[in-house]
Antibody, heavy 122, light 107 residues
């Protein structure tokens, strides 16, 4: 059974770069067709999609964040990562990684990490 | 971007009640609509995909319907473990967008 686990610093200073990693266990990140996704949730708020990537390099970014985010994949470690540059207090959130799986021609986020809280503060 | 609007934003109900949550898309999304359940401090859980297909392991008291712009999630007989926040999400195009959530509370 596939499991995801986020890791990274819980505190980041304003203007710095936030770097998070999601480790995939119980399955391969290079499984054909799955999306590897980052989502965040501001305190007490709803869910915001950040980006997703396919193994093989195709990546889709939320236009509202596109200028500040980079997603990368490390198949040797079965990990994918998020870099978010020039963070501000508005980036304080719980960050989730998730797997997007095909159900026919539909995609659902069927496996999620537990989430990691990131606070932006000096 | 496709805007997703849920109603109500919060709802009080009792164990055994039948509950319906509505999600409206700002444009037609066919049936590219998923529903998630989130409990406090936990990650969301996929309940329904493709508007009406039940994810494996999800109790049959959950059901979804709709197509185009209007969708519903129904819980036929509320159980204590169903009190949570529910989100709809469109997978029609990017950026993927979610509704603002419906908080289901115990009456």
């Amino acid at each position: 059974q596939v499991q995801l686990q986020e890791s990274g610093p819980g505190l980041v200073k304003p203007s710095q770069t936030l770097s998070l990693t999601c480790t995939v266990s119980g399955g391969s990140l290079s499984s054909g067709g799955d999306f590897w996704t980052w989502i965040r949730q501001h305190p007490g708020k709803g869910l915001e999609w950040i980006a997703y990537t396919y193994y093989g390099g195709t990546t889709y970014y939320n236009p509202s964040l596109k200028s500040r985010i980079t997603i990368s994949v490390d198949t040797s470690r079965n990990q994918f990562s998020l870099n978010l540059t020039a963070v501000t207090a508005a980036d304080t959130a719980v960050f989730y990684c998730a797997r997007g799986r095909w159900f026919g021609n539909h995609v659902g986020l069927d496996v999620w990490g537990q989430g990691t809280t990131v606070t932006v503060s000096s | 971007d496709v805007q997703m609007t849920q109603s109500p934003s919060s709802l009080s109900a009792s164990v055994g009640d039948r509950v319906t949550i509505t999600c409206r898309a700002s444009q037609s999304i066919s049936n590219y609509l998923n529903w998630y359940q989130q409990k406090p401090g936990k990650a969301p859980k996929l309940l329904i995909y493709a508007a009406s297909s039940l994810q494996s392991g999800v109790p049959s008291r959950f059901s979804g319907s709709g197509s185009g712009t209007d969708f519903t999630l129904t819980i036929s007989s509320l159980q204590p473990e169903d009190f949570a926040t529910y989100y709809c999400q469109q997978s029609y195009n990017t950026p993927i967008t979610f509704g603002q959530g419906t908080r289901l509370e115990i009456k």
